[in-house]
């Protein structure tokens, strides 16, 4: 008998990423509590908790300086029409 892990199931992951705005992929830019902007970047991952009654402030992880610290979802914004062309 498999033991659940809700990390790995996708209706969670597609949850998590529909409550956030955000998915996997999305270019976005980032503004500091500084109000400094910076960007682009690539939304690469979600804080995986599966107590629904306890999700912290900072949720999105982006490819920044520090992609191991993830960034509060209102201190994103999706950027429209940009595509990723890095060679």
Same mark, same amino acid.
């Given at each position: 008998?498999?033991? $659940?892990? @809700?990390?790995?199931?996708? #209706?969670?992951?597609? =949850?998590?990423?529909? #409550? $956030? =705005?955000? /998915?996997?992929?999305?270019?976005?830019? $980032? +503004?500091?509590? &500084? =109000? !400094? +902007?910076?960007?682009? &970047?690539?939304?690469?991952?979600? *804080?995986?908790?599966?107590?629904?009654?306890?999700? @912290?402030?900072?949720?999105?992880?982006?490819?920044?300086?520090?992609?191991? $610290?993830? *960034? /509060?979802?209102?201190? !994103?914004? /999706?950027? /429209?029409?940009?595509? #990723? +062309? &890095?060679?």
């Amino acid at each position: 008998m498999s033991h $659940y892990n @809700p990390a790995d199931d996708p #209706a969670v992951i597609n =949850g998590i990423q529909e #409550a $956030y =705005g955000f /998915k996997i992929g999305d270019q976005v830019e $980032y +503004t500091n509590p &500084h =109000g !400094l +902007t910076f960007g682009p &970047h690539v939304v690469v991952g979600f *804080v995986q908790n599966p107590n629904p009654e306890f999700l @912290p402030d900072n949720t999105v992880y982006i490819n920044s300086d520090s992609p191991w $610290y993830p *960034v /509060k979802p209102s201190s !994103l914004r /999706k950027i /429209k029409g940009c595509e #990723a +062309t &890095h060679g």
